[in-house]
């Protein structure tokens, strides 16, 4: 592979020197990924602190600290602001960083259209906080927002505004991500070429189109029953309450995977590299994320077992969510075997990434058993669910996340992050996750219902434990904080240009930091040096 | 944005835009019939 320092000192065409040229202009997609990274990490900030609200208020049985009605505007925003502020604008930084990267482009294929998809993010979050300030408070009805219970309040149709700016912007960011990874490949690259990260986005990219625009008509017509005397879910005008529950559920849990599937993608990138092998059937990783991204379209129901589907909807829905662990499986096998008899270390992403595959696992297994249509009336709605979900969200996709910045930030800003300091990160992190949401499994399985403020006293020992387990987690995530801007500003430890020893792939043939413009002749494409090795063999 | 010259990468920057085109079609199509099927429901 062509060493790309040889067409990427572009001084005529370095970056605009005015703060708002630079920024709130700008078309670059590596400007516009720092852009989506600085905010999902305020974001995780913001969304972190309604989480210790909740977890201060569970601390002991009994109403502590706040009105219950704030409580459920805390449950409704945390979710709400982790799932579309956090995660998923994350994992859009990462791909405006890093797919051009892998796959030779010199930026994504749209590049005012991916501007203007970051700058909708911060009006529709600012927009959806301030109803936290409003007479009448937020949404309280919980981030899936069923009818009639969120059509209570007056900050609904902000709430839908703010989510259809939300939707308008991931949408853009999936049609730019679509049309670079098709169109902009350098020659050479083919698609079984690609990183395993590009292939993951690809799909996730096609879900997106797929299930937001269902997300915005199923809460356009929410606005419509509130605001127009529609009776789309309105059960006295000939309407159906459980038809919202179908229409959400069909986006939700295609939207569960939009969370999950780049971070398989990015656990591919970092495991090959600190096992110095190429990856465990490439292949195999590729159809099986496109096999996971196929069944979420027809697993929906699973979410409303409860609700009094028909038996035979029950059956299927339950094999039906039972078939997704084994393309699951087989990524975990993968991702093992290819740790298998290679030469580990155990840097931070590395550490992170074991973890995640590990932790993930857990919440699969955990899924598997809400899978279970008889078993799930009896979880359905308790702290087991709660716990299975954040053991996929947090150890999965969160982890995943952090494993990324520490594998990436030599190559973002050209420093090495501090490896002790990252390590402390991990460790105090896996441990507090631990405590904080293992204890909710047994919480469940006893029957403590979520979204509550105050509980029976039988469960007040977990909760202790869950709630000393989340302040030490978010405490843990200011150590990350520490780490990211002691590195950007601060590390005198420069980073080689391929930063890790076993890396592989294009990203690590441009110089760290990355410069502002890359790949404006397309690279030549050697095989032997592919990010999963030569996968002709 | 920066200026690209190279003849080959215009060309993929133009059916680029075609495949953004067609997705963002399809995406107000789903919109749309996510809220006709509700309406013939």
Not at chain 1, 320 to 343: E, H, R
Not at chain 1, 390 to 408: E, K, Q, R
């Amino acid at each position: 592979m062509a060493h790309a320092a040889t067409h990427d000192h572009h001084d005529h065409h370095g970056a605009p020197k005015g703060f708002f040229q630079r920024w709130v202009m700008s078309t670059n997609h590596k400007d516009i990924g720092t852009l989506y990274l600085i905010f999902s990490l305020t974001m995780f900030f913001i969304g972190g602190a309604f989480a210790m609200v909740i977890r201060a208020e569970l601390f002991k049985p009994g109403l502590q600290l706040v009105q219950p009605y704030f409580f459920n505007e805390m449950t409704t925003m945390h979710a709400l602001v982790m799932i579309f502020g956090a995660i998923m604008p994350s994992f859009v930084g990462l791909a405006n960083w890093m797919i051009p990267l892998m796959v030779g482009a010199p930026d994504m294929a749209l590049p005012r259209m991916n501007n203007l998809s970051f700058w909708i993010m911060p009006f529709a979050f600012i927009l959806l906080l301030s109803t936290l300030f409003m007479p009448g408070g937020g949404p309280a009805g919980g981030w899936t927002m069923y009818p009639p219970l969120s059509l209570q309040g007056e900050s609904i149709a902000y709430t839908i505004f703010a989510i259809h700016l939300m939707g308008i912007s991931s949408i853009m960011g999936a049609i730019n991500i679509i049309a670079t990874i098709l169109n902009m490949r350098a020659p050479g690259m083919d698609l079984l070429k690609m990183p395993v990260f590009v292939w993951s986005w690809l799909i996730t990219a096609f879900l997106l189109i797929a299930v937001m625009p269902v997300l915005a008509g199923a809460v356009t017509m929410l606005l419509t029953d509130k605001y127009f005397h529609t009776n789309f879910f309105n059960a006295a005008g000939g309407g159906d309450p459980v038809l919202f529950q179908h229409i959400f559920w069909f986006f939700g849990h295609p939207e569960v995977y939009i969370m999950i599937l780049p971070a398989f993608g990015i656990i591919s990138e970092i495991i090959p590299t600190f096992a110095r092998k190429p990856i465990f059937g490439y292949r195999a990783m590729v159809f099986a994320i496109a096999s996971i991204a196929f069944l979420s379209f027809i697993v929906w129901a699973h979410h409303m077992f409860a609700v009094g589907l028909p038996m035979g909807a029950e059956i299927f829905f339950m094999y039906a969510t039972m078939l997704i662990a084994v393309p699951t499986g087989v990524k975990v096998f993968n991702w093992v075997s290819t740790m298998w008899g290679g030469s580990m270390t155990f840097e931070t992403p590395m550490l992170f990434s074991i973890a995640f595959v590990i932790l993930f696992t857990i919440g699969g297994f955990s899924g598997l058993m809400l899978a279970l249509a008889p078993a799930d009336f009896q979880y359905h709605d308790t702290y087991f669910v709660v716990a299975h979900f954040h053991y996929v969200l947090v150890t999965g996709a969160a982890f995943s996340i952090m494993a990324a910045a520490y594998y990436w930030l030599p190559k973002w800003s050209g420093n090495m992050y501090s490896e002790t300091w990252g390590k402390v990160h991990f460790w105090s992190s896996v441990i507090s996750v631990n405590v904080l949401f293992f204890p909710q499994h047994f919480l469940g399985l006893a029957g403590m219902p979520r979204r509550i403020p105050d509980y029976n006293v039988a469960f007040a020992n977990f909760n202790m434990i869950s709630s000393i387990g989340g302040f030490w987690f978010g405490a843990s995530q200011l150590i990350f904080l520490g780490v990211v801007i002691h590195c950007v500003f601060f590390s005198k430890k420069r980073a080689a240009d391929r930063s890790w020893e076993g890396a592989r792939g294009l990203e690590w043939t441009v110089p760290s930091p990355a410069p502002f413009h890359t790949f404006d002749v397309p690279p030549v494409i050697h095989d032997d040096e592919l990010a999963h090795g030569n996968t002709e063999h | 944005m920066h200026a690209v010259t190279d003849a080959g990468t215009e060309a993929r920057r133009r059916r680029a835009r075609r495949t953004a085109l067609i997705a963002g079609v399809v995406a107000v199509a789903i919109f749309v019939l996510s809220i006709l099927q509700a309406l013939n429901a």
